[in-house]
């Protein structure tokens, strides 16, 4: 398993939550968890596709993908067209399981803690989790949900809950949309995606 800063907030070892999330919101996040357990344990056996394959409906399921594409744009979304919207959203979906995949490339006995109380900001709520790693610091990460057909998706991920992976994101996307537009951040989305192995 490897941990990149600047990706951190997608790619941090989840495992086994110390008791059953009674949260709706957290069971989101536990969910999540078991399947990054999983896909890291099937690590090098599995190969790049095998990961993406096990972690895709993870993060389909998880994550509300089109709102986070919104959000990580901003204000110049509703100036692209619906084709190039639905190409975005495509794009950052396989970027996000590529990460993953390639992230969560083996297990070494690392575990994820749902702290039990979740909180409530506006509509949305926070749950906040701490990784445990046997060969290093213990790691706090926050994720934001909002409801979303039923259920709670994730939106925004805080590593060392500070970190907003939107707010970093949408940083990095500014100046690429600013001088290419909508194509080049797609190209640029896809090159991440390849660059991970995807």
Request: proline share 5%.
């Amino acid at each position: 398993m490897r941990v990149i800063p600047y990706a951190a907030a997608i790619v941090m070892v989840a495992g086994p939550a110390a008791a059953q999330a009674s949260d709706p919101a957290a069971r989101t996040v536990q969910s999540l968890d078991d399947a990054l357990i999983a896909t890291m344990k099937a690590g090098a056996s599995a190969g790049m596709k095998g990961r993406m394959a096990k972690i895709g409906p993870a993060i389909d399921t998880a994550f509300d993908v089109p709102l986070m594409t919104r959000l990580a744009i901003g204000p110049s979304w509703t100036s692209i067209g619906a084709t190039d919207q639905q190409a975005l959203v495509a794009a950052f979906r396989r970027m996000t399981i590529a990460q993953y995949a390639d992230n969560f490339d083996g297990f070494s006995g690392q575990s994820f803690v749902i702290q039990p109380n979740v909180e409530t900001r506006g509509g949305d709520k926070l749950v906040r989790t701490t990784l445990k790693d046997p060969k290093g610091d213990d790691v706090a990460i926050a994720y934001r949900l909002r409801p979303s057909g039923g259920g709670w998706k994730i939106i925004d991920v805080f590593y060392k809950n500070s970190i907003s992976q939107i707010a970093t994101r949408r940083s990095d996307f500014a100046a690429i949309l600013q001088k290419g537009g909508a194509k080049a951040l797609i190209a640029h989305l896809n090159a991440l995606a390849a660059k991970a192995g995807g």
